[in-house]
């Protein structure tokens, strides 16, 4: 009796550790496919001509900042912080108002859009000019309200990931990234590179990080902070170089 309980409590043991990190490589492989498939995809259509899907995006998100904005004119400003507008863009808000959010811009935009790379965490990570509930489940997507990338000075590209998603690490360590490392975008057959130049820590409720500067042309890793308690934002801002 005490040797199959021995032997029981074996089986569970290599459970416990051998479950989460198949998934994780499961995980893994999966963002690697989508990543593969969308790149197989985007040779195929290399010829076509995408401007009229950047432009239809660039309007969505412009008409969804713009709802945002007056629906919630008659709040006061904190500080000079913009809380409404940051409280609809975010994409770690509550079900209720995700849902929202993605009826009014998201839901139909989860075409693979590239991918993001970030060689330092070995990080790779499909790319979606959307950051709905199902595209960050399994990959980066583009923030509401903030621009596409590859638009020059004076854009600011917001991009968010889960820090850690049922076993994938997705953005779990982009705190450990420094002024200097690089993070790389593919995006509609063109390559972007970008240096790290700050990292801050705000609350939910901030968008003054997230506006443009009229000289530099930005992308930002936008996250949950502290893990797992996620109560505020990890903001990771990078320079195109």
Not at 103 to 129: C, H, M, W
Not at 155 to 161: C, E, F, P, W
Not at 171 to 183: A, E, K, P
Not at 223 to 233: A, I, K
């Amino acid at each position: 009796m005490r040797r199959k309980l021995v032997v029981i409590l074996m089986v569970l043991g290599i459970l416990c550790i051998a479950v989460p990190v198949g998934f994780q490589q499961y995980k893994r492989w999966q963002a690697q496919d989508i990543i593969a498939r969308s790149e197989k995809k985007a040779r195929k259509d290399e010829h076509k001509n995408s401007e009229n899907q950047v432009k239809a995006t660039k309007a969505s998100q412009n008409k969804d900042k713009h709802n945002s904005q007056n629906s919630n004119s008659d709040r006061k400003k904190d500080n000079g912080n913009e809380n409404s507008a940051a409280q609809n863009i975010d994409p770690f808000v509550t079900q209720g108002v995700r849902r929202g959010i993605d009826d009014a811009f998201s839901r139909s935009i989860t075409e693979v859009s590239g991918y993001l790379q970030i060689k330092k965490i070995n990080v790779k990570l499909p790319f979606y000019l959307s950051a709905s509930t199902r595209n960050l489940a399994n990959g980066a997507g583009l923030i509401a309200g903030t621009d596409v990338p590859g638009q020059g000075k004076g854009h600011h590209s917001v991009v968010a990931g889960h820090r850690g998603y049922y076993g994938a690490t997705m953005f779990l360590r982009v705190n450990q990234l420094t002024s200097g490392d690089q993070i790389f975008l593919r995006f509609r057959n063109h390559n972007y590179y970008y240096r790290v130049i700050e990292k801050k820590i705000i609350a939910p409720n901030n968008s003054t990080a997230l506006q443009p500067i009229r000289d530099k042309e930005l992308l930002t890793l936008f996250t949950c902070h502290p893990y797992p308690t996620n109560y505020q934002r990890l903001l990771i801002i990078a320079e195109r170089i």
